[in-house]
């Protein structure tokens, strides 16, 4: 069978597979979700061999510390990747849900009612844990998911993905619900990206070539999770024992993610005190900052900034710093430099805390609280597909019910048009 084959017949059965999944109860749907959890957990070790193959690779390649990092598997990870499974089932079901309900003056009651957007492909890399996550947020709305991993987690990847599938055909879900291209030849993906009349919706999670890629090259709708260039801004009112606390935790808590601050942003009134203060911390957890000629004046050791720097996402421990005027030219380098991801304000000023909300536009902004916050999981919403940062359909962390759309239900008594 040839490739084009192949992933035709897995499109196909994705498709057909709808039907049956989209009748699934929500108990049997949260049964699957805890025993894909167990298995899991009880299959931890498993997971953590296939994961080294891949750490192998990724170091003989000479893949960057940063690409490692947001390979790797663990045990508190796969633990992360289980509670997020048990979290997703313990959610309300989407599906079926009466979004609102009205009747007109003819006597007909019209409703919205949520309904799954169909067949989703999910173009990722790198990190293992999307493949349990998609999964369990698919199963649970009532999609059929296609995932393609990429070539660095393919060890990974299949292992996660054939234990979850071995667990939910024994429980009853149909075949061809939960299906993985096992290829890395990037062939694949331009394959699927022309399957229009079987695939409603790709996700591309991965870098900015990758999502340039896809959306190039697809006839099928895409929702763009790009990447994040997030910032914080330390207003002249902060509190600077909380600006260094949050700063400290959106830069080096995890660097390698989408929702890490990559530019901070200082009011020039505390600059000369502030920039010392967190400099020292940067400097213990191994931070190198590339600043403006202003904040270069102050921290005389650090790197000097190009233009280019702010318009990066660096997904390591690396920093872009700036010390602005006011507020305005705050806001204002966000909208030039900013990807619309997550952005922060730390600040005492009620007024400015409230600008900074309403002039910000961005999927999430915060006042007082770190960019790390930007997740699935956080937001209460067991885990999520990624953080699209379109504008139409979904904005933010993409859970459950990002993943319906709707139909309109129409009850009448024998009314006609006239």
Known sequence: MSLEEEILKIAQKAKSALPELSLLSTQVKNHVLEKMACGLRE?????????????????????????????????????????????????????GEVIETWKRPNGLIIARVRVPIGVIGIIYESRPNVTADCIGLCLKSGNSVILRGGSEAINSNLAIFKLVHKITIAEGVPEGAIQMIPTSERRAVEIMLGLNEYINLIIPRGGESLIREVTEKSKIPVIKHYKGVCHIFVDESADLDMAVKVCLNAKVQRPATCNAMETMLVHKNIAKKFLPLIFQEFKKAGVRIKGCARTKKILKDIELASEK??????????????????????????????????????????????????????????????????????????????????????????????????????????????
């Open 43 to 95: 299959n931890s070790q498993k997971l953590l061999e296939a994961n080294q193959k891949d750490l192998k690779l990724g170091r003989d390649k000479g893949l960057s510390s940063a690409f490692l990092e947001r390979l790797t598997l663990n045990e508190r990870r796969i633990e992360e990747m289980a509670e997020s499974l048990k979290e997703i089932a313990k959610l309300p079901d989407p599906v």
């Open 309 to 418: 720097d702010f318009y990066t996402e660096w997904l390591d421990l690396i920093l872009s710093v700036k010390i602005v005027e006011s507020i305005e030219e705050a806001i204002s380098h966000i909208a030039k430099y900013g990807t619309q991801h997550s952005d922060a304000i730390i600040t005492e000023d009620r007024q400015n805390a409230f600008r900074f909300l309403r002039e910000v536009d961005s999927s999430a902004v915060y006042v007082n609280a770190s960019t790390r916050f930007t997740d699935g999981y956080q937001f209460g919403l067991g885990a999520e597909m990624g953080i699209s940062t379109e504008r139409i359909h979904c904005r933010g962390p993409m859970g459950l019910r990002e993943l319906t759309t709707y139909k309109y239900i129409i009850l009448g008594n024998g009314q006609i048009r006239t």
